[in-house]
């Protein structure tokens, strides 16, 4: 299978709703020209900062639809999928494929805590499920509250013909690099997912990183990785510096409605999270506004 399209920076866009909490396609629509105008090498849709557990099945497939249609094969699309039930990840991971998706992404099932045969057993059907497409592994042990294990990903990297790859949100650099080590002999593709290690991922082996700065700051991503494969290891890293503090200032947010905060500040107006969440309040707003101006993003 080529994998060679897993690469660079992939942002998990967000999803632009209106006031009714319905899709806002023209917003969708600019947010996807940005980030490939701004470098990117993907684009994954309903990962976490895309809110996919607010969205219903059909709400998905239109959005999809409008991401497929304005991408126009530009770059390589990646469905989220990170439902709990197995049979509707199978259903979504289907729709996917069906609507001309490159790669599906496996988030491991929230608020459960299965065994690991149990585990196993839901990835290996969703991933039969969709034929010879490429399919990814998505670590968040922080959302799920959970870890997917070494042993895990090794036995199935190397056991299903379609597990090519996978994001690490662990946040464990050494987690990462064991990921990359333990599954190098099959081609097995790794994407940091912790948008304040990107350089540190590609130091050890990473292909890329699927980065939530990227939905505002795609342009300074990118620089991250391009000038690291170019050789520019001192810019990749001057870069990486440039955009730790506003990544970080975005901690102080509930989860994940700094990425919509800060992508309507640089006027891509994407509109506000989906209830209960809120946008983040006056004084973080303020806070993450310092951060742009601070780092020359936005005028004071």
């Given at each position: 299978?080529?994998?060679?399209?897993?690469?660079?920076?992939?942002?998990?866009?967000?999803?632009?709703?209106?006031?009714?909490?319905?899709?806002?396609?023209?917003?969708?629509?600019?947010?996807?020209?940005?980030?490939?105008?701004?470098?990117?090498?993907?684009?994954?849709?309903?990962?976490?900062?895309?809110?996919?557990?607010?969205?219903?099945?059909?709400?998905?497939?239109?959005?999809?639809?409008?991401?497929?249609?304005?991408?126009?094969?530009?770059?390589?699309?990646?469905?989220?999928?990170?439902?709990?039930?197995?049979?509707?990840?199978?259903?979504?991971?289907?729709?996917?494929?069906?609507?001309?998706?490159?790669?599906?992404?496996?988030?491991?099932?929230?608020?459960?805590?299965?065994?690991?045969?149990?585990?196993?057993?839901?990835?290996?059907?969703?991933?039969?499920?969709?034929?010879?497409?490429?399919?990814?592994?998505?670590?968040?042990?922080?959302?799920?509250?959970?870890?997917?294990?070494?042993?895990?990903?090794?036995?199935?990297?190397?056991?299903?013909?379609?597990?090519?790859?996978?994001?690490?949100?662990?946040?464990?650099l050494t987690q990462t690099m064991e990921f990359i080590r333990r599954n190098a002999d099959v081609g097995f593709k790794v994407m940091c997912g912790k948008d304040t290690l990107i350089y540190s991922g590609l130091?050890?082996?990473?292909?890329?990183?699927?980065?939530?700065?990227?939905?505002?700051?795609?342009?300074?991503?990118?620089?991250?990785?391009?000038?690291?494969?170019?050789?520019?290891?001192?810019?990749?890293?001057?870069?990486?510096?440039?955009l730790n503090p506003v990544r970080l200032a975005t901690d102080a947010s509930s989860f994940p409605v700094a990425t919509k905060d800060l992508a309507n500040l640089v006027g891509m107006q994407v509109g506000s999270?989906?209830?209960?969440?809120?946008?983040?309040?006056?004084?973080?707003?303020?806070?993450?506004?310092?951060?742009?101006?601070?780092?020359?993003?936005?005028?004071?």
């Amino acid at each position: 299978m080529d994998t060679s399209f897993i690469k660079g920076i992939i942002p998990p866009i967000v999803t632009p709703i209106t006031e009714d909490e319905s899709l806002d396609e023209q917003a969708l629509r600019n947010l996807i020209d940005f980030v490939i105008e701004g470098g990117c090498s993907g684009v994954l849709a309903f990962g976490s900062n895309g809110e996919f557990y607010m969205m219903e099945e059909d709400e998905m497939e239109r959005a999809l639809s409008v991401i497929m249609d304005q991408t126009a094969g530009r770059v390589p699309v990646y469905m989220g999928v990170g439902n709990i039930r197995t049979g509707k990840c199978i259903r979504l991971a289907q729709m996917g494929v069906r609507l001309g998706a490159k790669g599906i992404s496996i988030l491991q099932p929230m608020f459960i805590k299965p065994t690991e045969q149990e585990l196993k057993g839901h990835i290996r059907s969703i991933a039969a499920s969709v034929g010879d497409t490429a399919v990814l592994l998505y670590n968040n042990p922080g959302r799920c509250g959970y870890a997917m294990s070494q042993d895990l990903v090794q036995e199935l990297a190397h056991s299903i013909p379609n597990l090519v790859g996978m994001k690490d949100s662990s946040g464990d650099l050494t987690q990462t690099m064991e990921f990359i080590r333990r599954n190098a002999d099959v081609g097995f593709k790794v994407m940091c997912g912790k948008d304040t290690l990107i350089y540190s991922g590609l130091c050890v082996g990473a292909v890329g990183a699927v980065c939530s700065t990227a939905n505002y700051l795609p342009a300074l991503v990118c620089s991250i990785y391009d000038k690291y494969v170019g050789g520019d290891l001192k810019g990749s890293l001057e870069a990486q510096w440039q955009l730790n503090p506003v990544r970080l200032a975005t901690d102080a947010s509930s989860f994940p409605v700094a990425t919509k905060d800060l992508a309507n500040l640089v006027g891509m107006q994407v509109g506000s999270p989906f209830l209960p969440n809120l946008p983040s309040p006056a004084k973080q707003q303020e806070n993450l506004r310092k951060q742009l101006v601070d780092g020359g993003f936005v005028s004071g």
